[in-house]
Nanobody, 124 residues
Framework: EVQLVESGGGLVQAGGSLRLSCAAS????????IGWFRQAPGKEREGVSC????????YYADSVKGRFTISSDNAKNTVYLQMNSLKPEDTAVYYC?????????????????WGQGTQVTVSS
């Protein structure tokens, strides 16, 4: 059974940090890019960041560049998103997804597999 299980969301004050985790199972982790999308109420889905597990290349949306860092532990089949200097506009449900490629078009990725989402709320 394919699973992507997110954890680490929560409520944090502006300027604070959170680390999201995405634990993958049931598919060839090394053959996929894993990344994050987010969706706030009334807004379109945004591709936040991704990492290729084959070559380690990464992508970040301009809105999070310099504040968020994505990393992958291939031994644990887990991808992390370290989020620093959080802003109220980062508030959203964050979804983990697996897709064959991590590119600058990550926001358009359909995603072969998806997690259930984790809420991140940043208070001002």
């Amino acid at each position: 059974e394919v699973q992507l299980v997110e954890s680490g969301g929560g409520l944090v004050q502006a300027g604070g940090s959170l680390r999201l985790s995405c634990a993958a199972s049931g598919f060839a982790f090394d053959d996929y890019a894993i990344g994050w999308f987010r969706q706030a109420p009334g807004k379109e889905r945004e591709g936040v960041s991704c990492i290729s597990n084959s070559d380690g290349s990464t992508y970040y949306a301009d809105s999070v560049k310099g504040r968020f860092t994505i990393s992958s532990d291939n031994a644990k089949n887990t991808v992390y998103l370290q989020m620093n200097s959080l802003k109220p506009e980062d508030t959203a449900v964050y979804y983990c997804a697996a897709d064959p490629w991590c590119t600058s078009s990550w926001h358009l990725a359909a995603g072969d597999y998806w997690g259930q989402g984790t809420q991140v709320t940043v208070s001002s």
